[in-house]
């Protein structure tokens, strides 16, 4: 997305060129596209793996909505540190992935975020993890904001 800006404009011209791009961005163990690839063969689901319906869904969501550009628009537009601590006053929860890009430190993440909820590792998962992984991701949804009810 920082690389290439220009091409984020046929997210919008094309679902075939969404789907591709979808299918090209990957995190460190390749996914979403090894699962994306391995999916499309799928019909039915095994535990945490995605269908070809299910990367359909995904896929037609963005298109429907309008969103590839504006959902990686931050990637283009932002020119701080992610990685930097940034003293957020908020309640906050993480759950470090294994395939993200940084796996965040608890001493990093308790500097950067001093109301810190919840922190937690999980054993599989990336940057595209509610997508990869959405009963996981939706298992740390819960346990992190269990105790904010």
């Not at 690389?3 to 404009?9: A, D, E, G, M």
């Not at 039915?44 to 990367?55: F, N, V």
């Not at 308790?110 to 109301?115: D, G, L, Q, T």
């Amino acid at each position: 997305m920082g690389s290439r800006p220009q091409t984020l404009y046929g997210l919008n011209d094309s679902p075939v060129f969404l789907a591709a791009w979808l299918l090209d961005h990957t995190d460190a163990d390749g996914q979403p596209a090894a699962a994306m690839m391995a999916g499309l063969q799928r019909t039915s689901s095994a535990a945490g793996e995605l269908t070809r319906d299910e990367i359909l869904d995904n896929i037609t969501l963005y298109w429907l909505t309008n969103t590839g550009v504006s959902s990686s628009r931050l990637y283009w537009e932002y020119k701080g540190g992610f990685f930097n601590a940034k003293g957020v006053k908020t309640p906050v929860a993480v759950t470090v992935f294994p395939s993200e890009q940084y796996q965040a430190p608890r001493s990093w993440t308790e500097r950067a975020y001093p109301k810190l909820i919840y922190y937690h590792h999980v054993d599989k998962g990336g940057h595209f993890a509610a997508w990869e992984q959405p009963m996981l991701f939706t298992r740390e949804l819960r346990a992190a904001f269990k105790s904010v009810r």
